[in-house]
């Protein structure tokens, strides 16, 4: 039993590395179309990056790190109220040094 457990470990770790792989893959493909697409609208100074962690955090410690002026974040949620933000949106907006731009969909 305990060879077919850590077999089937082996077996689920290299499942998970694949799918983080196709999934940064895919995610990389889509930013660096919209990168282009910021480019060929005259915003020069666009880039990406792709980050692993709680999103909130990530978010704020990479405009930090790397100097931006504002943060620009899109929020699903009704634009009535800055309550109806969505969670990561609010967090970001409650926590960042930074201006923050939220852009509801």
């Known amino acids: 039993m305990f060879l077919i457990l850590a077999y089937m470990r082996e077996d689920a770790e290299k499942g998970k590395e694949s799918l983080r792989n196709d999934i940064e893959s895919g995610a990389r493909h889509i930013l660096e179309q919209r990168v282009e697409y910021c480019k060929k609208a005259g915003m020069t100074q666009t880039t990406f990056k792709i980050a692993y962690g709680k999103a909130t955090d990530e978010i704020i410690r990479i405009a930090e790190e790397?100097?931006?002026?504002?943060?620009?974040?899109?929020?699903?949620?009704?634009?009535?109220?800055?309550?109806?933000?969505?969670s990561t949106a609010r967090k970001?907006?409650?926590?960042?040094r930074k201006p923050v731009l939220i852009i509801h969909e």
């Not at 790397?66 to 969505?86: K, N, Q």
């Not at 970001?92 to 960042?96: G, R, T």
């Open 66 to 86: 790397m100097e931006c002026d504002v943060i620009v974040m899109a929020s699903s949620r009704i634009p009535s109220f800055i309550r109806s933000l969505g």
């Open 92 to 96: 970001v907006v409650d926590n960042a």
